[in-house]
């Protein structure tokens, strides 16, 4: 066992006007499975990258331990796997990957393949593999799960499970729950690690959060009834102040001493319920620090002219005279929220290229109604360019609309300036969904729309949907927003 100690970290990318992490410390056991869970932009990458000593930062990062970070960069994808392996670690010991290899279901065979034949989840395995051969390191893992589906991530998850010693980046909640045992959350204001796992630090969020807001209102009230009874005080020793001297006609002679005794008296009364309604006040403001903005997203649903959208019949689909999948029947009825699910390869990103019109190479039968508005969010963000004014307007969505769900959804005011091809993936998945949630249409389409997006804004993508029960079609391998959501499950 080793400690990682960080203290009084502070950084910030040349040219940026703000601090990324400002006098942040903290500890971490080598022993741990952590997992690492914030915004997208708060830092994650940012900080794994700190702790390989890829930036100059102001504070102390002092450990005994050396760090390996996933993915590793595979530059020749042409080799075989197994020479890729040598050049990521050429003192592996061959019994070792087989056995790792094992215990992630990749089979022998696919090491003697070019690196670039294997799928994205047999590549992630296999550098997973090659990562925990290496021994006396601390292990950065980020984000693995981006292309596994449901069936590899339990997979995976029960891999991490049995290992220890790592940091691991990820927004899957089932995921994390399945293999961490601390976790490491980057808050607006600060940096804080807890023991459990995803569900208990979500728990005690949740609390924390409930706890600031019910001593906030309580707070507020008051800081009101103390500025009001300071005002009606201050009000009353002036009026007591006046009688010192008399009306005008009244003809007698005020007491002045004891007039202004008792004025000076109502004064302090006064004060006093300024100064402690100046005290509640600085109490309020170190509440709602850590408090995300979640403001609840809206979608606008058009009702179709007939309660089925779309038919598919003993569809088979096929790929460069390969076919990828068979048979497969389903119907899209107004309201269904349907998940389909199934191996990566299966033919899911197919079928919904289909339903939007795409040139796909199929047999069966395929019935879409006439005039059906779609709603399509792909996989892929390396399309995405320009700035938000200009993509807002190419995709005919309202600008002011489009922009309100991003700032919902996390983006600040600075952000939108920026061009889109510089965005983080999450924020880029996130103009997606904005776009798609902007859109008025008949039927969405989502592609593993949840790829790269942090936990509170899948929650509250969760929420949309639930509140308004759009009619759509989704691939997704997070287990428990396919859950949530679907009402349906087609299984490819």
Known sequence: MSLINVTNLTFAYEGSYDNLFENVSFQIDSDWKLGFTGRNGRGKTTLLNLLLGKHEYKGNISTNVSFEYFPFVVANQEIATLDAVG?????????????????????????????????????????????????????????????LDMTARKLVGNYLNSKSGFILVSHDRSFLDSCIDHILSINKTNIDIQKGNFSSWWENKKRQDNFELAENEKLKKDIFHLAEAAKRTGGWSNE?????????????????????????????????MENRQQSAIREKSKLLKNI???????????????????????????????????????????????????????????????????????????????????????????????????YAAKNNVNESLFKTILRKLDFSRVQFEKEISTFSSGQKKKVLIAKSLAERAHLY??????????VISRVQIEEVLLEYKPTILFVEHERRFSDNIATKEVNI
């Open 87 to 147: 050049e990521l670690f050429p003192d592996y010991v061959h019994w070792k990957l087989l056995r790792e290899l094992s215990l992630l279901d990749v089979s022998e065979e696919a090491l003697y393949r070019p690196f670039r034949t294997l799928s994205n989840g047999e590549q992630t395995k296999v550098l997973l593999a090659t990562l925990f051969l290496k021994e006396n390191s601390f292990l950065l893992i980020d984000e693995p799960t981006n292309h």
């Open 240 to 272: 007591v102040e006046k009688t010192k001297y008399g009306t005008k006609h009244s003809g007698s002679k005020a007491d002045k001493g004891y007039i202004g005794h008792k004025a000076a008296k109502m004064m302090k009364r006064s004060k006093s």
């Open 292 to 390: 995300e903005d979640t403001e609840n997203l809206k979608i606008t649903q058009l009702c179709y002219v007939q309660s089925r959208l779309a038919e598919l019949q003993n569809i088979s689909i096929f790929y460069q005279d390969k076919m990828i999948c068979k048979d497969i029947n389903f119907r899209i009825e107004q309201g269904d929220r349907i998940v389909l699910m199934g191996k990566n390869g299966s033919g899911k990103s197919s079928i919904l290229k289909l339903i939007c019109g795409e040139k796909i190479s199929y047999t069966g039968s395929f019935m879409r109604g006439s005039q059906l508005k779609l709603s399509y969010v792909p996989q892929d963000t390396s399309h995405l360019q320009g700035n938000l004014t200009d």
């Open 445 to 454: 389409i989502w592609d593993e729309p949840l790829n790269y997006i942090d």
